[in-house]
Each structure stands twice: as structure tokens, then as C-alpha cells.
């Protein structure tokens, strides 16, 4: 007979339950799946009523951020092999309220993401129009900032923050990652704007630099640094304020 394991998923049925509650799959075990795939499994041969998010299948989108035994993970970069033979158990990120089954309400952080305006923001009359071509950098003011743009929102920082956990008023690691990455680029004149954000005592300053954000980020993005960046910018603002009062930031 073929090696088989089992798989206990959280499930939610706002419809038909009251709570939240556990519910077991044995499927089939191989080397090359990863837990993405044993849910898919479930999904078109065992119980087509699992609900959960999913897209490219490759790291990219980050869309299917679960929580694989407790660690936040993407369920298509974990393996099978690294837990067989002992039983997954695959819930929800933590810190989302929960819709259905192991998909999340991810409003909090889109409003969040909204706030720090990650975007590249130009003052008045120093826009270039079309015809006057891009904004150019060069290579060392991009790799200034590269790391943190290379974020896919799937939120395993939140699931993974102990801050975020307690305190959902928290910007969180990936909103303030995303404005600091603004305001890093060369390009970019917005930063005054997002401070009210981000140097805001729901923003840096309720890091305790625990650092787990970073420890289960699939992109590297290191968003505990960033953190910590954004307080050394902020702080040296603060002496200027006082120090320098005549002179204001720059």
C-alpha cells in the first residue's frame, strides 16, 4: 500500500458552527509535495468544502501564509518530507480574524499598508512630465533600498510578531517595512507625510525588536531592520528639532 499521513486542518463554517474546530485527512505521502499540494488533494479528492487561499504555487504571490504547526510558513515552500512522520496541523495565520476555514480578514493590514502611502510620492511642481523620461538612479542608490521592496504581502511577519499579537493598533513589520523602502529611494520626496505613520506610537516606537518578523519572512526582507532604521532616522529628527531648531529636517 502506498505511505500515507494525516493532516489536521482548522475548519470554520460560519454557517454550520458556532466555533472553530479540528477535522483530520489521511493523504497520500510523497517526497516532492509540499503542503499546498496535500491540501489541494483534500480539496479535489476528499472534501471539496475546504476553504483556503492559494495562487501561483511558487513563492511569488504569497497568498496560501498559514500557520504549519504553529510557525507561519508558506504552504507552498513547506515540504512534507520535513514533518512526515509526524501529523501537520494547519490553521489560519494568527492575529486575523477568520472568514472561513484557513482564510483570514486581511482589511486591518491593507488599511494599514494604505497609511504609510507606498508609493513614490513627488512635492508640488517637481513632478517630470512624460516627456522629460524617468527618474534615473544608480545601482548604489537601489540597492540602498532593494531589500525591502521585495515584500509579497503574505503576512507571516504578523502571524509571527508578539507585538502585533496583543496590540492590533501596531502598523506591523511589512506596512512600515513598505514606507521605509519609500522613504530610502532616491526618487522619492514623501517621507514627512508617512512619518505621521510610521514615527507614531502605534508605528516604530511599539517595536520591541524581537525579530521574529525577519526569522520567518520567505523573501528575506528583513523588516526588523527596517524598523530599526526608521528609529535612528526619526531619532536624529527629534535632536535636529531640539538642537537645531532654526535649521529644520532635511
Not at 510557525?71 to 512534507?80: G, N
Amino acid at each position: 500500500m502506498a505511505e500515507t499521513f494525516e493532516l489536521e486542518i482548522f475548519r470554520y463554517r460560519p454557517e454550520e458552527e458556532s466555533e472553530p474546530t479540528f477535522q483530520t485527512y489521511e493523504v497520500p505521502y510523497r517526497e516532492d509535495w509540499v503542503v499546498l499540494d496535500a491540501m489541494n488533494h483534500i480539496k479535489d479528492e476528499i472534501d471539496g468544502s475546504l476553504s483556503y487561499r492559494w495562487s501561483c504555487q511558487m513563492g511569488v504571490c504569497g497568498s496560501c501564509g498559514m500557520m504549519v504547526n504553529g510557525v507561519p510558513k508558506l504552504t507552498c515552500a513547506a515540504f512534507l518530507k520535513d514533518y512526515h512522520p509526524k501529523k501537520i496541523r494547519v490553521e489560519p495565520l494568527n492575529g486575523f480574524p477568520v472568514e472561513r476555514d484557513l482564510i483570514s480578514d486581511m482589511d486591518d493590514f491593507m488599511t494599514k499598508l494604505q497609511e504609510v502611502k507606498p508609493y513614490i510620492i513627488r512635492k508640488e511642481g517637481e513632478e517630470k512630465s512624460l516627456e522629460e523620461g524617468e527618474y534615473l538612479q544608480s545601482p548604489a542608490e537601489l540597492a540602498h533600498y532593494k531589500q525591502y521592496s521585495m515584500c509579497i504581502n503574505c503576512l507571516l511577519c504578523y502571524a509571527a510578531c508578539p507585538v502585533y499579537a496583543i496590540d492590533s493598533s501596531f502598523v506591523g513589520p511589512a506596512a512600515i517595512a513598505l514606507g521605509q523602502r519609500y522613504n530610502m529611494d532616491s526618487r522619492d520626496q514623501g517621507r514627512d507625510q508617512r512619518q505621521e505613520v510610521i514615527a507614531s506610537h502605534e508605528g516604530i516606537w511599539e517595536c520591541t525588536f524581537v525579530g521574529e518578523c525577519s526569522v520567518v519572512c520567505p523573501k528575506d526582507v528583513d523588516p526588523a531592520a527596517a524598523i530599526q532604521r526608521a528609529k535612528v532616522s526619526s531619532t536624529v529628527d527629534w535632536f535636529k528639532e531640539v538642537l537645531i531648531p532654526w535649521g529644520r529636517r532635511k
